[in-house]
């Protein structure tokens, strides 16, 4: 699905025609002739946009002469898109491709970085220039793994909160949160390093624009911030699955403690009735109050053995 944006009296809409001053963006499903088509016709190379479907890409920029590239890896919530990974949030690559005043966006799936950009730019002039409708890009992307990093953080908090009652499912579930912050720590330092490159070469011409430059400083310090959040979270995450696998075992020892003691306390009446219930003479077998005398002995042998558990803390 192809649809072409431009800015019309500070207002972002959709178009027909691509033409100069064009956001072009590209969702799926794909219409690979439609892409070829585009490809040609600008004189861009078709790898541009296809490296944009292998979502293990790492984050780059080229520039081809008068063609500017940047692959941008960006979160999104992994609703079934990504079976293998089993984690709750991933990244895919975003490919931006810049020629004769037209940027054209791909993406693997529906990207909230790219709607965002569309909804916000709808509202407010966020594409007056090519260069402010970049960094839009790269502003929004931080932003959602900001948000992203606390809904982990908050999904981690709840569980906390049910340890006690937790099910397999639910470890399964932090299982998943540990993989998405991996996969967040590994793109954010990716993107951290191909922005800072791109500032310093001022690939994106922003420094003859000093609120647009001003804007590009914030980016890149909002993305180690993300940086040192997603660090800050992994370590808390891995040191807390340590404590409670710690509580865990702790609880089982302690079960397994008490049905110890139950089975010996058990076992006393047993072997008594046992030793009673052989089929040769003994003690107190001609005295009427035989049963009730040993009865009793059996039942102060076992008060004498919880209060002794009892007092160890052994039940």
Do not use: C
Request: hydrophobic share 40%.
């Amino acid at each position: 699905m192809i649809t072409i944006y431009k800015n019309i009296q500070g207002k972002l809409t959709e178009v027909e025609t691509m033409t100069a001053g064009s956001w072009v963006n590209i969702y799926p499903p794909f219409d690979y002739n439609a892409i070829n088509e585009i490809s040609e016709k600008l004189g861009v190379y078709i790898e541009y946009f296809t490296d944009a479907l292998d979502i293990d890409e790492q984050s780059r920029y080229d520039d081809d002469d008068d063609t500017k590239f940047i692959l941008l890896n960006t979160p999104i919530r992994n609703d079934k898109i990504v079976n293998s990974t089993r984690a709750s949030f991933i990244t895919i690559p975003i490919s931006i491709v810049i020629k004769d005043e037209i940027v054209i966006t791909t993406s693997l799936y529906k990207n909230p970085v790219i709607d965002s950009v569309i909804n916000k730019s709808s509202r407010k002039t966020q594409f007056e220039t090519i260069t402010s409708l970049v960094l839009n890009i790269f502003e929004q992307n931080t932003n959602f793994f900001h948000y992203y990093l606390k809904q982990i953080n908050i999904r981690f908090n709840d569980f906390e909160k049910i340890i006690d009652s937790a099910s397999n499912q639910d470890f399964v579930t932090i299982l998943q949160l540990q993989k998405s912050l991996i996969y967040f720590e590994t793109n954010l330092r990716s993107n951290n390093l191909m922005m800072v490159k791109m500032k310093r070469t001022n690939f994106l011409e922003s420094r003859d624009h000093e609120e647009l430059d001003d804007q590009f400083d914030e980016i890149i310090i909002e993305n180690q911030q993300a940086i040192e959040m997603t660090e800050v979270y992994s370590r808390i995450l891995d040191s807390s699955m340590q404590t409670i696998t710690s509580i865990i075992s702790n609880n089982v020892n302690s079960i397994v403690k008490r049905l110890t003691g139950a089975t010996i306390i058990l076992m006393i009446p047993s072997i008594i009735s046992g030793l009673w219930g052989m089929n040769v003479p003994v003690p107190f077998g001609d005295n009427p109050f035989g049963f009730s005398m040993i009865t009793a002995l059996t039942f102060l042998m076992v008060i004498a053995i919880v209060f002794l558990f009892y007092k160890k803390k052994w039940i």
